[in-house]
Structure formats: structure tokens, C-alpha cells
């Protein structure tokens, strides 16, 4: 198992900047990828970064140029820095990770933590 756990969503107006942490536990000897995934209210929960364990990373259009996504491997935690956000980056963001273990896959996903962007 895998445990997940986000935190440094919040409240910022247009413009404004915060940074999400996904901290990880438990067996995460294979991990293939950790990511960042967000869902607003009526819409479809998509993906809005990725970083796979070879250091690749690849963003959503919409966020190309203001969201980096890294990783801190001694801590085991991964980042969202978020910069010049807009008011559709409001959403729930939820950290994932992907784990392969005798050739399946799993998902992992954390709890969720809101950002909302509003003046």
C-alpha cells in the first residue's frame, strides 16, 4: 500500500501563487510516475502534471509555463508550484501515484485539497 497525503491548497486571488506538497508512504519501491490531477465542480477530473521516476514531466496546455511539478526524493514528497493562477484553476487537486507490482498497475490517489482563485 501506498499512502498519500496533500496539503497547500487554499484561497489566492488571480495572479497569486501557492505550492501543493503530496507527501508518500508505505511501499513505494516501484513507483513509475507520481502526478497531479484536479477536478472543478461539473467537469471531469483531468490530469494536470506528471513526473515519471526517469525525471520526465509533462502539463496540461492550460498550465505550460506557471505550474512545475518536482520532486524532493528524500523526503518522498512531490510539488505543485503553482504561479500566476487563474481563476479556472479552481478546482480539487489530488495527488496520484502509479506503483507496478508483478506486472499490474495501481493507482494511488490522496485525499484531495482544494484551490480556489478568486479576488
Known amino acids: 500500500q501506498v499512502q498519500l497525503v496533500e496539503s497547500g491548497g487554499g484561497l489566492v486571488q488571480p495572479g497569486g501563487s501557492l505550492r501543493l506538497s503530496c507527501a508518500a508512504s508505505?511501499?513505494?519501491?516501484?513507483?513509475?510516475?507520481m502526478g497531479w490531477y484536479r477536478q472543478a465542480p461539473g467537469k471531469q477530473r483531468e490530469l494536470v502534471a506528471r513526473?515519471?521516476?526517469?525525471?520526465?514531466?509533462n502539463y496540461v496546455d492550460s498550465v505550460k509555463g506557471r505550474f512545475t511539478i518536482s520532486r524532493d526524493n528524500a523526503k518522498n514528497t512531490m510539488y505543485l508550484q503553482m504561479n500566476n493562477l487563474k481563476p479556472e484553476d479552481t478546482a480539487a487537486y489530488y495527488c496520484?501515484?502509479?506503483?507496478?507490482?508483478?506486472?499490474?498497475?495501481?493507482?494511488?490517489w490522496g485525499q484531495g485539497t482544494q484551490v480556489t482563485v478568486s479576488s
Open positions: 508505505g511501499n513505494i519501491g516501484n513507483m513509475a510516475a
Open positions: 496520484n501515484a502509479v506503483v507496478w507490482r508483478f506486472g499490474d498497475r495501481n493507482d494511488y
Open positions: 513526473l515519471t521516476s526517469g525525471g520526465s514531466t
